[in-house]
T-cell receptor, first 111, second 117 residues
Framework: EPEVTQTPSHQVTQMGQEVILRCVPI?????FYWYRQILGQKVEFLVS????????KSEIFDDQFSVERPDGSNFTLKIRSTKLEDSAMYFC?????????FGQGTRLTVV | AQTVTQSQPEMSVQEAETVTLSCTYD???????LFWYKQPPSRQMILVIR??????QNATENRFSVNFQKAAKSFSLKISDSQLGDAAMYFC??????????????FGKGTKLSVIP
């Protein structure tokens, strides 16, 4: 069964450093998403991406965040200058029709 | 803006018994989707069941069923014949019907379900 894959599974970075979280969505899906889950809290929408541009973004998705689909398969989330409060689980998701498929997540720890 | 509320931070159930997880939501829209997602310790988000608001019939998926009360804006999940593998965090989620293809989900805070052998 096709699945969304995310790498790495765990990333530790120093405050102020840039990180790139990677996702490979399901191949025939058209919409791609990033969500964030701070430990013990609910899952929050960050951004959706369609046809090589952002279609929606939340207020969390400020100027330090960016997304890109650099080739036909990868979908990345870049955080330019990480803060302690960026520590969270980041989930990538993709959809073709109505159902969203989530990746297994990347745990980002900012120290 | 839509909100989703799960009032039970934790629940427990004996193996083989039935448990119901509660979810309420607030919206001014008439057409939307509701979902229950399961998040086991592996942290992956797995779709359990979905309900379209325009459908009066409650969705069922094997041992999982929902009680959808549109007027009350309530969407509870019933797990029958609970199994050890059902132990997980369960999230209720809402999605607007409008915005073709866009799939922005609004999640509740989750209910941690423990299954007692």
């Amino acid at each position: 069964e096709p699945e969304v894959t995310q790498t790495p599974s765990h990333q530790v970075t120093q405050m102020g450093q840039e990180v790139i979280l990677r996702c490979v969505p399901i191949s025939n899906h058209l919409y791609f998403y990033w969500y964030r889950q701070i430990l013990g809290q609910k899952v929050e929408f960050l951004v959706s991406f369609y046809n090589n541009e952002i279609s929606e973004k939340s207020e969390i998705f400020d100027d330090q965040f960016s997304v890109e689909r650099p080739d036909g398969s990868n979908f990345t989330l870049k955080i330019r200058s990480t803060k302690l409060e960026d520590s969270a689980m980041y989930f990538c998701a993709s959809t073709r029709l109505d159902e969203a498929f989530f990746g297994q997540g990347t745990r980002l720890t900012v120290v | 803006a839509q909100t989703v509320t799960q009032s039970q931070p934790e629940m427990s159930v004996q193996e083989a018994e039935t448990v119901t997880l509660s979810c309420t939501y607030d919206t001014s829209e008439s057409d939307y989707y509701l979902f229950w997602y399961k998040q086991p310790p592996s942290r992956q988000m797995i779709l359990v069941i979905r309900q379209e608001a325009y459908k009066q019939q409650n969705a069922t998926e094997n041992r999982f069923s929902v009680n959808f009360q549109k007027a009350a804006k309530s969407f509870s999940l019933k797990i029958s014949d609970s199994q050890l593998g059902d132990a997980a965090m369960y999230f209720c989620a809402y999605r607007s019907y409008s915005g073709a293809g866009s799939y922005q989900l609004t999640f509740g805070k989750g209910t941690k379900l423990s299954v007692i052998p």
